[in-house]
């Protein structure tokens, strides 16, 4: 008699189970998607410009001298350690 209601209490749990993913399935929606809107970043124009520019601005700000000249110090110290005399001299190049 054990055996015969546990066979029917399985039986309505698999029916209730089935009968819970039907209305799941029914319940989802439709999902469409517009591929026209999808875009990578390669195809957006803007960017390359943008990046160009900042390239061209890098390349000219740390291609850039200081007018061609370059500064040489020259520090003497005597054998203790002592600073003897400083010597700056400007060389155009």
Same mark, same amino acid.
């Given at each position: 008699?054990?055996?015969?209601?546990?066979?029917?209490?399985?039986?309505?749990? #698999?029916?209730? +189970? /089935?009968? *819970? !993913?039907?209305?799941?399935?029914?319940?989802?929606?439709?999902?469409?998607?517009? @591929?026209?809107?999808?875009?990578?970043?390669?195809?957006?124009?803007?960017?390359?410009?943008? #990046?160009?520019? +900042? /390239?061209? *601005? !890098?390349?000219?700000?740390?291609?850039?001298?200081?007018?061609?000249?370059?500064? @040489?110090?020259?520090?003497?110290?005597?054998?203790?350690?002592?600073?003897?005399?400083?010597?700056?001299?400007?060389?155009?190049?």
């Amino acid at each position: 008699m054990l055996q015969t209601a546990m066979k029917h209490s399985v039986k309505a749990l #698999g029916a209730f +189970v /089935l009968m *819970l !993913l039907s209305f799941a399935a029914q319940a989802q929606d439709k999902v469409e998607i517009d @591929t026209q809107e999808v875009k990578s970043w390669f195809e957006n124009n803007w960017i390359w410009v943008a #990046g160009g520019v +900042v /390239l061209l *601005l !890098l390349v000219m700000l740390l291609g850039r001298r200081s007018g061609g000249q370059r500064k @040489t110090t020259t520090v003497i110290k005597d054998p203790d350690g002592h600073v003897k005399s400083v010597t700056t001299t400007e060389e155009k190049i």
